[in-house]
Each structure stands twice: as C-alpha cells, then as structure tokens.
C-alpha cells in the first residue's frame, strides 16, 4: 500500500522559509515523478515542482527562483525548500507520485 505523508507546514511572515518534507512508503521515489501541486483558497489546485531524477527538476513561473525541490534516496524523501515566501503562497500542499497516489496535504500560511 502506497502512502505519501507530508509534514512541514506552518505559519510563516512574509520573506521567510520553510521546508515540506514528503516520505514515502510503499513506493520508491527514485523509480518515480515526484511533484508537488497546491491549493489555495477558493483556488483550483495548481503544480508548484516536480522531480523526476536528481538533476531533472520544473518550477512554476509562480515559484522559480524561490523553490527548490529535492529528493534523499535514503530516506525516500522528497523536499520543498520554500524561500522568499508570499502572501499568494498560502495554499495547503500535496506531494504526489506513482501516478495518482496523493498526500493528505500540509497548511502553509504566510501572513504578517
């Protein structure tokens, strides 16, 4: 059985950091897409970056520059390094992979 368990989130000011950590069991993220999408409220749920091996990596135009997404095989962990933080980033976020095995999301709230 396939579970993705997000963990992460927070309330974090304007400009700041935070990591989201995606673990896997039942599945091995390196024999996989792995992504991350969000949803914001009263938003369509949107991708925000995707890895499909340790140097092939998308970004929104939303999140480029400001988003790295990374993957511990060790741990079968996959990371959302989340700098620079906007208001407009407060979403709960989703890992997902194995074509269609979805997380149960993490709350990011950015606010002053």
């Known amino acids: 059985q396939v579970q993705l368990v997000e963990s992460g989130g927070g309330l974090v000011q304007p400009v700041g950091s935070l990591r989201l950590s995606c673990a896997a069991s039942?599945?091995?993220?390196?024999?996989?897409?792995v992504a991350w999408y969000r949803q914001g409220p009263g938003k369509q749920r949107e991708s925000v970056a995707s890895?499909?091996?340790?140097?092939?990596?998308h970004y929104s135009d939303s999140v480029k520059g400001r988003f790295t997404i990374s993957r511990d095989d060790a741990k079968n962990t996959v990371y959302l390094q989340m700098n620079s933080l906007k208001p407009e980033d407060t979403a709960v976020y989703y890992c997902?992979?194995?074509?269609?095995?979805w997380g149960q999301g993490t709350q990011v709230t950015v606010s002053s």
């Open positions: 997902t992979s194995g074509g269609g095995h």
């Open positions: 890895i499909i091996s340790s140097r092939i990596t």
């Open positions: 039942g599945i091995i993220f390196r024999y996989n897409i």
